[in-house]
C-alpha cells in the first residue's frame, strides 16, 4: 500500500473528526478506506456517531462502512446510547445492530428502559 493511501486513510479520519462532510466525501471518492483506523483503533464511523453526526453516519453507511464494527467491545450502538442520542440508537436498531450492555449510563432514558430489572 502506498504513503499516499495512509495518508488518505487518514484524511479521512480527520475530516470526520472535524464533522467535514465535503472532506470526507473527497477523501472516500478518492479511494480511501472506510473501515479504516487510526493508530488509536478509532474508525470514521465511531467519530461520526459519538458526535451524533447522523447525516455522516448514513453517508459513511451508505458508502460501506460497517455499522457492525466495534471499538474495545462496544457497538456503534452502544456509544449511541451512551450518548443519548434517540434518532443514532433508532438508526442502528434499524440496521439490526445490537448492544453489549456495558456501558450504561444511569441517566439515559434510551437505556435505562433497556436496562435489566
Excluded: H
Excluded at 16 to 36: H, K, M, P
Excluded at 63 to 68: C, K, T, V, W
Excluded at 89 to 108: E, I
Aim: charge should be negative; hydrophobic fraction near 40%; proline fraction near 4%.
Amino acid at each position: 500500500m502506498s504513503l499516499f493511501w495512509l495518508r488518505l486513510d487518514q484524511i479521512c479520519v480527520q475530516s470526520v473528526l472535524a464533522q467535514n462532510q465535503t472532506l470526507t466525501r473527497l477523501s472516500i471518492a478518492l479511494g480511501a478506506d472506510v473501515n479504516g483506523r487510526d493508530s488509536y483503533g478509532g474508525f470514521p464511523l465511531l467519530f461520526a456517531t459519538v458526535r451524533n453526526n447522523r447525516s455522516l453516519v448514513e453517508y459513511l453507511v451508505a458508502s460501506g462502512a460497517d455499522p457492525y464494527q466495534n471499538a474495545e467491545g462496544q457497538t456503534l450502538l452502544d456509544y449511541a446510547c451512551q450518548i443519548c442520542s434517540v434518532d443514532l440508537v433508532d438508526y442502528y436498531q434499524s440496521l439490526g445492530v445490537s448492544r453489549t450492555k456495558m456501558l450504561v449510563p444511569s441517566d439515559c432514558p434510551i437505556c435505562e428502559s433497556e436496562a435489566d430489572p
